[in-house]
Antibody, heavy 119, light 110 residues
Framework: QVQLVQSGAEVRKPGASVKVSCKASGYTFTSYGISWVRRAPGQGLEWLGWISPLNGNTKYAQNFRGRVSLTRDTSTSTASMDLRSLSIDDTAVYYC????????????WGQGALVTVSS | QSVLTQPPSASGTPGQRVTISCSGSYSDIGTNTVNWYQHLPGTAPRLLIYSNKQRPSGVPDRFSGSKSGTSASLAISGLQSEDEADYYCTSYSDSVHGWVFGGGTKLTVL
């Protein structure tokens, strides 16, 4: 069965960086994109960006361009998200999800990784 | 502020039918399909509807979706207590070249 297993919770100080990983199994990793979405406390879902595991192409949401980097390692079927220059407002649960494209959407999601930014 | 507009809350009693709306623009809902998710905080979001009205296997037929122009809606019939959750619509946006979400609707089963 399709599974996306994310790394654990992280605590960072403002200005620091964080890296969240996402290991895929149960399907061919390079066949579908991976999107990253977050949910901050009291807020809705927000898309950060997308990566093609096949060729490493990326797209980033305007709000995060320059602060986020998405990478992938096809040898381990793992996607990663780096978020830099953290602020208190970046405290959120970060999800990776399998992205089937604009028509079929995002289907399977990881369990989420809580990132807490606190001084 | 979310790109797609949803009512912040909805409610119904067990057995009732409730509808949640989602409004967008030409560059997102007007051009692309709509997907709906059910989300309980602390869990992974669950895909309920894709391509406007298609249900993934395992999703009960109590859940249905529709789209007209730049708006879409999710209907839940035979409401059950387990349906109490947050519901999100999403669509691909040709203007931002990525996914846009609604702000979410908190459904309460009275």
């Amino acid at each position: 069965q399709v599974q996306l297993v994310q790394s654990g919770a992280e605590v960072r100080k403002p200005g620091a960086s964080v890296k969240v990983s996402c290991k895929a199994s149960g399907y061919t990793f390079t066949s579908y994109g991976i999107s990253w979405v977050r949910r901050a406390p009291g807020q809705g879902l927000e898309w950060l960006g997308w990566i093609s595991p096949l060729n490493g192409n990326t797209k980033y949401a305007q709000n995060f361009r320059g602060r986020v980097s998405l990478t992938r390692d096809t040898s381990t079927s793992t996607a990663s998200m780096d978020l830099r220059s953290l602020s208190i407002d970046d405290t959120a649960v970060y999800y990776c999800a399998r992205d089937l494209g604009p028509i079929k959407g995002i289907d399977y999601w990881g369990q989420g990784a809580l990132v807490t930014v606190s001084s | 502020q979310s790109v797609l507009t949803q009512p912040p809350s909805a409610s119904g009693t067990p057995g009732q039918r409730v509808t949640i709306s989602c409004s967008g623009s030409y560059s997102d809902i007007g051009t692309n399909t709509v997907n709906w998710y059910q989300h309980l905080p602390g869990t992974a979001p669950r895909l309920l509807i894709y391509s406007n009205k298609q249900r993934p296997s395992g999703v009960p037929d109590r859940f249905s979706g529709s789209k007209s122009g730049t708006s879409a809606s999710l209907a839940i019939s035979g409401l059950q207590s387990e349906d109490e959750a947050d519901y999100y619509c999403t669509s691909y946006s040709d203007s931002v070249h990525g996914w846009v979400f609604g702000g979410g609707t908190k459904l309460t089963v009275l």
